[in-house]
C-alpha cells in the first residue's frame, strides 16, 4: 500500500535509503498541522550518487528496446490507475488539496505519461543531400544524456511528470529534486511508480533535500545537460543564470499573473463559472491561475455581483470533504503573505467586495475591484485565493491592462463573437491564451510555456520531445573529396 512513511526516503540508484546529512525534513499536513513523516536529507554526495547512477543506467537504457520502453511507461499508467485512491489520500494529505484538485491532477499525469510512452517510437532522424558529389548526411535524434528536474509545491505531481516522464521517453536518465513542502508527491511516489513500471535502477533518482543543505550543487554538477524548473520568477532566474554559466539548458516554467478579459457581449453567468474556477482552483495556487479579472465597463457592476454571490458559495475547510472547494494554503508564511498582498492593496485603493479570514493556512476567498494597473496587487502574482476585478472601457484598453505586467503566461478572453476574441488574443503577450475558456488549460499534445518573465522553452508533446534530445549530424562520403592543396 502507498503510504507517505512508506516513501519518506531519498531513491538513488534503485535503492531506498535515508539521506547523508544530520538534517531531517518534516512533512506537515497543512491543514491539520499533523507531522505526516521526517526524511533524513540529502546531501551534496547524495547529488552526486544520484547524476553518476543517471549517467550509467542511461548507457543501459540506450540499449533497450524502444517497444520495451513503451510498455515500461504504459505500466506506469497502469500502476497510478491500480492505485488512484491512495494517491489521491496523498495528495490530501501532503498538499491540502481537494478530492476534485487531485482527481484533475492524477488525470493530466495518466494523459502525459501516455504521451511519453509515444517518444521512444519517435526517434526519428534524417537523410539530407550534400553540397558534395558522393555523400550523405544523416541526422540522427539522441538524448541529452541527464537531464536534472527541479520541482514546485502546487501540482508537484504533475509538474514533475510533465519533464521526469518526457525525458525517461527520450531516451534520458533523470534526477529529480522535488519542493522540501511536497517530497512524496513530487518526488518519491513518481519513483515508486517506476520502480513498479520496471525502469531499470539508476534512471530515475529522487534526491529529498533543500538548498540550505547542498547549495547550488544540484544545478552546478558536470553530469546534467537540462535543468527543468518550474516555480517562481525570482528562482527560476538564478537558476537559468546557473545553467547558462554551466553551459547547460534551462527550461524554465514560472509565475504568471493571467488576465480573464471579459467583453460586454460575452455570456455573464458562463463567465463567473469560468473565473471563478480560473482563480480559486487549488485556491488559486496555480501558476495559470486568472489574478486580474478585467471587466468592460458596461457589465461592470452586474458581474461583481454575480461573481460575489458565486465565490460566496464556495466551501472553505478540511480537503477531505468531498464539498470542500477551498482547502489551506501550502504554509502559513504564503499565508501571511496575501494577508500583506490584499492590506497594501486596499492601502493604495482598492475596494473591498468580500473579505474573507486567514487564520493559520487558511485562506478565505478575498474580492478586490477597482484596482488599477499600477497597484502592487496588479503587478505581483497572487499565490492564493484572492483576485483583483479591474474595469476597462475600450477593447485597447483592455489589451494595455493584460499586457502591464512583467509576466506572459496564461490568459483567457470571453465573447459571444469568437473571432474576435481569437484577434485580442492574438494582442495579448502570453505564451497562451483561451477564448471563452478557463486560464487553467494543459493539454499533453499542446506547446505550453510563457512569455517575458514567465519563463524559457515550451513542453508537451514534439516540443517535449526536441527539448529532452539533441540532433547529432554524421555525414557518409561514399567516394573521395578532391582538396586544394
Not at 103 to 124: H, Q, S
Not at 413 to 429: D, F, R, Y
Request: proline share 5%.
Amino acid at each position: 500500500m502507498l503510504t507517505i512513511e512508506s516513501l519518506s526516503n531519498q531513491y538513488i540508484n534503485g535503492q531506498w535509503r535515508e539521506g547523508q546529512s544530520d538534517h531531517v525534513l518534516i512533512n506537515v499536513n497543512p491543514y491539520s498541522g499533523d507531522i505526516l513523516s521526517e526524511v533524513k536529507m540529502a546531501t551534496v554526495t547524495d547529488v552526486d550518487l544520484a547524476y553518476k547512477a543517471a549517467l550509467k543506467a542511461k548507457d543501459d537504457w540506450d540499449k533497450v528496446n524502444p517497444y520495451k520502453k513503451r510498455d515500461i511507461l504504459e505500466k506506469a499508467v497502469q500502476y497510478i490507475e491500480a492505485h488512484e485512491e491512495e494517491i489521491t489520500n496523498i495528495i490530501i494529505e501532503e498538499l491540502g488539496g481537494t478530492r476534485l484538485k487531485a482527481a484533475f491532477e492524477i488525470g493530466l499525469v495518466k494523459n502525459m505519461i501516455k504521451e511519453a510512452a509515444t517518444f521512444p517510437l519517435r526517434m526519428e532522424g534524417k537523410i539530407l543531400p550534400s553540397t558534395e558529389d558522393g555523400k550523405e548526411n544523416r541526422l540522427y535524434r539522441i538524448p541529452v544524456g541527464v537531464v536534472g528536474v527541479i520541482s514546485p509545491f502546487n501540482f508537484p505531481f504533475f509538474l514533475s511528470m510533465k519533464s521526469v516522464a518526457p525525458a525517461l521517453g527520450a531516451g534520458n536518465g533523470v534526477v529529480l529534486k522535488p519542493h522540501e513542502e511536497t517530497p512524496i508527491t513530487g518526488g518519491t511516489l513518481i519513483a515508486k511508480i517506476f520502480e513498479e513500471a520496471g525502469l531499470p535502477k539508476g534512471l530515475l533518482n529522487v534526491v529529498v533535500t533543500d538548498i540550505k543543505e547542498i547549495g547550488d550543487s544540484f544545478v552546478e554538477h558536470p553530469i546534467p545537460r537540462i535543468i527543468s524548473f518550474t516555480g517562481s520568477t525570482k528562482v527560476g532566474s538564478h537558476i537559468g543564470q546557473l545553467a547558462v554559466k554551466n553551459f547547460k539548458k534551462p527550461l524554465l516554467e514560472l509565475g504568471g499573473n493571467s488576465a480573464f478579459i471579459i467583453l460586454e457581449d460575452a455570456d455573464i453567468d458562463y463567465a463567473v463559472q469560468a473565473a471563478t474556477f480560473s482563480r480559486f482552483t487549488h485556491q488559486g495556487q496555480i501558476c495559470m491561475s486568472a489574478n486580474r479579472i478585467i471587466v468592460q465597463a458596461t457589465i461592470y457592476d452586474e458581474f461583481i455581483k454575480k461573481y460575489k454571490e458565486k465565490v460566496s458559495s464556495l466551501s472553505v475547510g478540511d480537503p477531505k470533504d468531498p464539498q470542500t472547494i477551498i482547502g489551506p494554503v501550502v504554509n502559513e508564511r504564503q499565508a501571511n503573505n496575501l494577508q500583506a498582498m490584499i492590506d497594501n492593496g486596499i492601502e493604495e485603493g482598492a475596494k473591498v467586495v468580500l473579505q474573507g479570514n486567514i487564520s493559520g493556512n487558511m485562506v478565505e476567498p478575498t474580492i478586490l475591484k477597482d484596482v488599477t494597473p499600477n497597484m502592487t496587487i496588479a503587478q505581483e502574482e497572487l499565490f492564493g485565493p484572492v483576485v483583483c476585478v479591474m474595469p476597462f472601457e475600450t477593447e485597447d484598453d483592455a489589451i494595455a491592462i493584460a499586457n502591464d505586467t512583467k509576466f506572459g503566461l496564461s490568459g483567457a478572453v470571453h465573447t459571444s463573437n469568437l473571432e474576435k476574441g481569437v484577434e485580442l488574443a492574438k494582442k495579448i503577450h502570453s505564451g497562451m491564451i483561451h477564448v471563452n475558456d478557463i486560464t487553467i488549460n494543459d493539454e499533453p499534445i499542446v506547446a505550453f510555456g510563457g512569455e517575458k518573465q514567465s519563463g524559457l522553452g515550451r513542453l508537451n508533446g514534439q516540443w517535449s520531445l526536441d527539448e529532452f534530445t539533441t540532433l547529432k549530424w554524421i555525414s557518409l562520403n561514399y567516394g573521395q573529396r578532391s582538396f586544394p592543396y
